[in-house]
């Protein structure tokens, strides 16, 4: 029974790292980037300066701002 228990404590473990390897290296980067995408079109909408009545924006505008939400939440430096 204690070769048991122990095979599964090692399974159980390695399954935990593995879990948070995924989360860390795949599910949150692209988390952040689903979110700075949206969050630097959002801004640069706002605060674009040849802003119209349909809110346009420039490429530079919003690579600015989708550059530095990456650079805040730490995926660039």
């Not at 399974?11 to 995924?22: D, M």
């Not at 995408?37 to 674009?48: C, L």
Request: glycine share 6%.
């Amino acid at each position: 029974m204690k070769k048991h228990q122990k095979t599964i404590s090692i399974c159980a473990g390695i399954l935990i790292i593995l879990g948070l390897i995924f989360y860390w290296f795949f599910y949150r980067p692209s988390n952040i980037v689903k979110n700075c995408s949206f969050e630097a079109k959002e801004k640069a909408t706002n605060n674009s300066k040849d802003r119209g009545k349909d809110g346009k924006y420039t490429a530079d505008e919003r690579d600015a701002f989708y550059k530095w939400c990456l650079q805040e939440k730490g995926l660039v430096k």
